[in-house]
């Protein structure tokens, strides 16, 4: 098909009015671009539209828009260009290849008190240090879920480092989120404050636990796992976007299918492990110390590391 060269702006696409494409800057496809690699099933939810209409504008936008064939080099520069959180531990940073990413999510697993929450505590105060320092001169928005966040922990962490305890929480934006709509609608609407506050991390901890205990039972999973879906996408554009990381802390069930070896595994099934770029399973050593598993990664080899959980946050 010939390219549409009527098509300059989003006023321009088919069914987008001027309303509708205000709608979309604010919600950060303010480019054509943006618009052609959204997928429509979103941008319906988004607009209010039908998803067949949504697909018309997403492929409007695609004919409008040169997407151009990248070379390796290009690829690798702009891997250059992520960011990394540091972990605050060194052998923790060399397995995850540096850090946290930007631009994708990373998610934490394992059983209860292994230390998936004080690791995002950890991230919430690192990512807020200069970028070469181990941040990214960012601040935080923080979903909790579960009614674990613990400012008076940020505060003992921040003080270690030599932060301004005080400074660092005011650069947490906590979200007490208790439905999981509300959990999907405070991502949905968060790119406003992503842009006015600068958030470079998203912290959703946890992302399952009110999935589960709202949806019961065989005859809801379909729709849960449709939800999910949609949620971690938004995530997943939200990184994009603004170059920013998501930390996902997830739970577990034993998979009663495992006669051998380690039955703990992740919920969330295929949709959460589609979507999260790096994977990590945490569990339980002696005393302080725990044990970090690199499970799933784009570009680094699998391996574990330990760390501790000291009252100054994560230690080698
Ligand atoms: P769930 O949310 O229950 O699934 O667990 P989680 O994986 O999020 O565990 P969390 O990160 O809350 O870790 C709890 C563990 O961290 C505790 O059992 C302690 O071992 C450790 N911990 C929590 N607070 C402190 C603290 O102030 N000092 C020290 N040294 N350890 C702490
Ligand atoms: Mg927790």
Redesign the pocket.
């Known amino acids: 098909m010939a390219k549409d060269k009527s098509v300059k702006e989003l006023e321009d696409l088919p069914g987008i009015g001027p309303t509708m494409a205000e709608k979309l800057r604010n919600s950060g496809y303010a480019t054509l671009e943006k618009v052609a690699t959204a997928s429509p099933y979103e941008l319906s939810e988004l607009l209010g539209i039908s998803a067949e209409n949504a697909k018309k504008a997403v492929d409007a936008a695609k004919e409008a828009t040169n997407i151009e064939v990248q070379t390796g080099t290009d690829a690798l520069e702009k891997r250059k260009a992520i960011g990394r959180i540091s972990t605050g531990a060194p052998g923790f940073d060399e397995l995850l290849g540096g850090g946290v990413e930007t631009n994708g999510i990373t998610e934490?697993y394992?059983?209860?008190?292994?230390?998936?929450?004080?690791?995002?505590?950890q991230l919430a105060v690192n990512v807020q240090k200069p970028v070469g320092k181990g941040g990214l001169d960012g601040s935080v928005l923080f979903l909790d879920t579960?009614g674990?966040f613990?400012p008076e922990?940020i505060e003992?962490i921040a003080k270690a480092q030599g932060m301004d305890a005080k400074k660092v929480l005011d650069n947490i934006y906590l979200s007490r989120v208790t439905s999981t709509d509300q959990q999907i609608l405070t991502a949905e609407r968060a790119d406003k404050l992503v842009r006015e506050k600068g958030i470079k991390l998203i912290i959703v901890?946890?992302l399952m636990a009110l999935f589960r205990s709202e949806f019961i039972g065989r005859g809801a999973l379909n729709e849960r796992q449709q939800k999910l879906n949609a949620h971690i996408h938004k995530l997943q554009r939200l990184a994009d976007m603004y170059s920013l990381a998501v930390y996902i802390?997830n739970?577990v069930m034993d998979n009663p299918g495992m006669l051998f070896g380690d039955p703990t595994t992740p919920v969330g099934g295929n949709v959460v492990a589609h979507a999260a770029t790096t994977r990590l399973y945490?569990r339980?050593s002696k005393e302080?110390k725990r044990i970090i598993r690199l499970v799933d990664s784009p570009s680094m080899p699998e391996g574990e590391t330990v760390v501790?959980?000291?009252?100054?946050g994560i230690k080698d």
Request: charged share 35%; aromatic share 6%.
């Open positions: 934490v394992g059983r209860f008190a292994s230390g998936k929450t004080q690791i995002g505590f579960e674990t613990r922990r003992a901890d946890s802390t739970q945490i339980k302080e501790k959980i000291t009252p100054d």
